[in-house]
């Protein structure tokens, strides 16, 4: 490759050349007058050429560009540089006036020209490959990183674009197309991948066929996208993914378009690495965000309603703004009568009962959740003992001090039982706070129940104490994250059991819906935006009604 810097020491030896003396240098040399008349031309510059003699005109001589370039030079007077291609060569023209002619001393710069291109195009791929990673990066939706795929591709690489996507037992494949300027559809086709020669082996995440392998016009129809035209050429690579294939690249040109090159096959192939890697990501998130809505469905609170007349109300807030589970929980277990015909008065009394359950698995987040829904699960299986508190208690127990969890559990258990007088509750707390009694007067009392931590000892102990709720009282169970909220002007003061007290004593005659409501938004303000430990409430309210038949709080007829 020949310097450009050489052409000062050229320009030098320009009065020798016109003097003839230049016929042996390595650079082509040609000297014309102001009328375009070639005066010498050296044997470089003849083999550049062929036309190109002593006396001839440049016209159909010399290269167009040469010819503008002389005209410009010898009228204006000034030496006008010029540059052009000679067959599949470039050259750098440099002019030297020598009175009324022109010396025009031709640099060949094919290797810089070629250099130079081989630098912007790869400047330019490495700028579409960081453009397609910073699209597809910022979307974990799968159908959108497939569009964004082949809106790149087919804007970048392509006449059209098309990106298949394994399919499922039964369900087709997924294919995204896009021809260049238009805008990406998305269809799911029942065609067989077998019909295209690599296809089916790319969705498997094998090595990608070469383009030549396969027959432009063996695509099938579900492959072209509508009214495109007949294809020239293909190109089809495996989008590889984190472990399993996120899918197929195809590539497609029109007939009477350049086909294909090996360099173009590559770079393709590094377009399809970045993409597979985006749209496997997305996929595992869309995976795994199934996984944990469906875990998260089983381990919200119910929503609660009525049973047999008797208002149940609950409000759950998880710590932190990010968790939508924790370690607080609570359930309503409606119970099987199992009453006779012969004792219609149990049997009814019992159609009418239900468990009640609130906890507090140590710590918060999502590991402790994992525990409550051991919990929860637990208990429920223990409902055919639910009269007997302590056993229930036991067996909880026994299953937590057998598992690997480290944690424990604080809870109380409420039996609710609709009776003529109003509801009668039998309250057992295992190291939980004792549940608060609102009567109708505005008076609270704390119920007379404690017990040991579940989860810690072999062996634990519990009271049990026995609360009748008249028309319209209420029972309010909740966790330490109510009354150790930190909050308050100087935001370190805890809400605190009197404080709670004393809020509940404004709520006397209030249904248990509004109850929980008023206590949870308190609370609320009190800690304002600081962070707080997760929080339960449940209120449990008797019947208006006094009844034993009653429904939604009315006598029955």
Request: glycine share 10%.
């Amino acid at each position: 490759m020949t310097d450009v810097a050489d052409v000062a020491d050229v320009t030098l030896s320009a009065r020798r050349a016109v003097d003839g003396r230049g016929q042996a240098a390595p650079y082509p040399l040609l000297v014309a007058d102001a009328d375009g008349v070639i005066r010498s031309v050296n044997s470089s510059a003849g083999a550049l050429f062929p036309l190109a003699r002593t006396g001839a005109s440049m016209d159909g001589a010399v290269s167009g560009w040469l010819r503008r370039a002389h005209e410009e030079t010898t009228a204006g007077g000034v030496a006008v540089r010029a540059a052009g291609v000679v067959g599949e060569r470039s050259f750098e023209a440099h002019p030297v006036p020598e009175g009324d002619a022109v010396a025009w001393w031709l640099v060949e710069d094919t290797d810089v020209r070629l250099a130079r291109e081989a630098l912007r195009v790869e400047q330019e791929r490495t700028a579409l490959l960081g453009q397609v990673s910073s699209a597809l990066l910022t979307s974990l939706n799968p159908q959108r990183c497939m569009q964004v795929t082949a809106e790149l591709a087919a804007a970048h690489l392509a006449d059209a674009a098309l990106v298949v996507a394994p399919g499922g037992t039964g369900r087709g494949l997924p294919v995204t197309a896009c021809e260049r300027g238009g805008e990406s559809t998305s269809a799911v086709s029942d065609a067989d991948p077998e019909q295209v020669v690599g296809l089916a082996e790319a969705l498997q995440g094998f090595p990608p066929v070469p383009s030549r392998w396969i027959d432009p016009e063996a695509m099938p129809d579900w492959l072209v996208p509508d009214g495109f035209g007949p294809v020239g050429s293909v190109v089809l690579t495996p989008l590889p993914g984190h472990g399993v294939p996120a899918g197929a690249l195809v590539l497609l040109r029109l007939q009477g378009q350049e086909g294909f090159t090996e360099e173009e096959e590559g770079f393709a192939r590094l377009f399809a690495a970045r993409a597979g890697a985006a749209m496997s990501a997305a996929r595992m998130y869309a995976h795994q965000a199934g996984l944990t809505e469906l875990l998260l469905r089983e381990l919200l609170p119910p929503t609660l309603r009525r049973i047999g007349g008797v208002e149940f109300a609950g409000r759950y807030r998880p710590a932190g703004d990010t968790e939508q589970v924790g370690g607080d929980f609570y359930d309503v277990h409606p119970l099987v009568a199992e009453g006779t015909r012969t004792d219609r008065a149990q049997a009814a009394e019992q159609a009418n009962a239900s468990l009640v359950v609130l906890g507090d698995v140590c710590g918060k987040g999502m590991e402790a959740a994992v525990l409550t829904g051991k919990v929860r699960t637990t208990l429920q299986a223990l409902l055919s003992l639910a009269d007997d508190h302590l056993r229930v208690l036991t067996m909880l127990n026994d299953a937590l001090l057998n598992s690997h969890h480290t944690r424990f559990v604080t809870l109380v258990l409420a039996s609710v039982t609709r009776v003529p007088e109003g509801v009668r509750l039998r309250l057992t707390s295992a190291g939980h706070l004792p549940p608060l009694i609102l009567r109708r007067d505005g008076s609270v009392e704390e119920s007379d129940t404690a017990g040991t931590l579940i989860g810690v000892l072999p062996e634990i102990s519990a009271t049990t104490a026995e609360v009748l709720l008249e028309p319209g009282e209420t029972c309010l169970l909740y966790t330490d994250g109510v009354t150790e909220a930190h909050g308050g002007p100087m935001g370190r003061e805890m809400f605190g059991e009197e404080r709670l007290s004393r809020a509940l004593a404004t709520c006397a005659g209030m249904p248990a819906e509004a109850i929980v409501e008023h206590v949870h938004m308190l609370v609320s303000r009190w800690v304002g935006t600081r962070d707080q430990d997760d929080t339960a409430l449940l209120a449990i309210t008797a019947p208006r009604g006094r009844h034993p038949g009653a429904v939604d709080g009315r006598p029955t007829a």
